[in-house]
C-alpha cells in the first residue's frame, strides 16, 4: 500500500519510459480512467480562443454559478479547485485536527491518507475484501465509526479502484453516524459521471447532511485531465473554512473556460458514455476469453486478476501497454484496466495473450 511519503498514481509516468527507451506515443494508456472519446470539440475551441495574458478569476465567479445552478444549491457552498486532487488536500488541511482519526474506506485512492497523514492525523483503514466483493461491510464501519470517533470519514463512491458505488441511503446513514461525534464525511464523486445510467444529476443534491462534504471532478469524463479543474459542494460554513487554504489564482483561466464550456455541451456526454461502456463490455469479454478473472462494479474501469500485477505491468508495458497495478492499493493480484477505443483495446487483448502464452 501507500508509503507515508508517496503516493503511487496511474497515467503515463515520462521518467519511467525514458529509462525504458520508449516514447510516449509509443504506449497505449489503460491506466487512467479517462473517456476516450474526448476531449469535446466545444472545449477546444473555448481554449482556442483565450486571452492567457490576464490573472484568472480568483473566485471562479461564472463558473461557480453555473454549478450552482446544476446542484441547486447556492454559490456560496461551491469551491471550485485545481482538481479534485486539491480540494482533498485542502478539505484534509481545514477540516482534519492533528492527532485525530482519518477513518478511509478501503482500498481506494491513495491521497486521502497522505492529506491527513500531511494534517497530522492518524489513518485507519476499513478495508473491503475481494471474496466480499469488494462491499464495505456498512455495519462493521457504523461500528467503526463508533469506536474510533474519526474526525474525518473519506468514502469513494462509485469507487476508485473497484468501481463499488454505494446507496444514497447508506451514505446518509454514514454521515450521520459521523455527525453524532462531530465528524465529517468527505465523498469523493469524481466518477458519478461515468455511471451507465449517469443522468447529469447527482440525487444528493436533494438531501445532503450538514457534515457531507462532496468533491468532484471535471476532467475525467470530458478527457482533460491536464488542465486540472474540480470543485468541491458543502454547506456553506465549511466550504469558508476549506477556502481560507487556497492560494490565490489556483484554477487557471484555461481549466476555467474549460469547464464553462463542457457544461454547456448537453450532447458530449449521452453521445459518448454509451460507446465507452459498449468498450468496456467488450473489452471485459475479451479478457475473460483469455482466461482471465475480471471484476467490474458501476464503472467502465475494470480489475483484472493476473497473479502478478506488477509483472503484468512490466510485460505489458513492453508490448507498449500500460495497465495500472494495484499494489498500492493493497491488491497485489489484480491490476485496473480503464477501457480505451476499440482499437486500442485490441491491441491491449493482443498484448496480454502473448504474456499469457510467452
Not at 527507451?21 to 477546444?44: E, T
Amino acid at each position: 500500500m501507500e508509503s507515508q511519503g508517496t503516493v503511487v498514481h496511474g497515467a503515463l509516468d515520462e521518467a519511467e519510459l525514458a529509462r525504458l527507451g520508449l516514447r510516449a506515443d509509443q504506449v497505449i494508456d489503460f491506466s487512467s480512467n479517462i473517456n476516450p472519446f474526448g476531449p469535446p470539440a466545444a472545449v477546444l475551441a473555448a481554449l482556442r480562443e483565450l486571452d492567457p495574458a490576464p490573472y484568472p478569476d480568483r473566485s471562479c465567479l461564472r463558473l461557480r454559478q453555473h454549478l450552482a445552478q446544476r446542484h441547486r444549491c447556492g454559490i456560496d457552498a461551491v469551491l471550485v479547485g485545481n482538481g479534485a486532487n486539491e480540494l482533498i488536500h485542502l478539505a484534509a488541511r481545514a477540516l482534519g485536527v492533528a492527532g485525530a482519526t482519518a477513518l478511509i474506506v478501503a482500498p481506494t485512492y491513495g491521497e486521502y491518507a497522505h492529506a491527513c497523514r500531511l494534517a497530522g492525523m492518524q489513518v485507519v483503514e476499513a478495508r473491503s475484501a475481494a471474496a466480499a466483493p469488494f462491499q464495505p461491510d456498512i455495519l462493521a464501519l457504523c461500528a467503526a465509526i463508533e469506536r474510533l470517533r474519526p474526525r474525518l470519514l473519506w468514502l469513494c463512491s462509485p469507487n476508485n479502484p473497484t468501481g463499488v458505488h454505494l446507496a444514497n441511503e447508506t451514505i446518509i446513514e454514514l454521515a450521520g453516524a459521523c455527525a453524532q461525534h462531530g465528524g465529517w464525511l468527505i465523498l469523493d464523486r469524481a466518477y458519478l459521471s461515468l455511471l451507465r445510467d449517469y443522468t447529469g444529476h447527482d440525487p444528493l443534491d436533494d438531501q445532503t447532511p450538514a457534515n457531507l462534504i462532496r468533491i468532484y471532478s471535471l476532467t475525467k469524463s470530458y478527457a482533460v485531465a491536464g488542465l486540472r479543474i474540480g470543485y468541491l459542494v458543502a454547506d456553506p460554513a465549511p466550504v469558508s473554512v476549506i477556502a481560507r487554504f487556497q492560494p490565490a489564482w489556483s484554477v487557471s483561466s484555461a481549466a476555467q473556460a474549460a469547464a464553462l464550456a463542457m457544461l454547456a455541451d448537453t450532447a458530449f456526454l449521452p453521445a459518448t458514455l454509451p460507446q465507452w461502456w459498449a468498450a468496456s463490455d467488450d473489452l471485459a469479454a475479451g479478457l475473460r476469453r483469455l482466461g482471465l478473472t475480471v471484476w467490474r462494479s458501476h464503472m467502465p474501469f475494470l480489475l483484472v486478476q493476473c497473479g502478478d500485477a506488477a509483472r503484468a505491468r512490466r510485460q505489458l508495458l513492453a508490448r507498449g501497454c500500460v495497465v495500472r497495478d494495484c499494489e498500492s492499493f493493497g491488491l497485489p493480484a489484480w491490476a485496473r484496466v480503464a477501457p480505451r477505443r476499440p482499437a486500442d483495446n485490441a491491441r491491449l487483448l493482443a498484448a496480454w495473450g502473448e504474456d499469457i502464452h510467452s
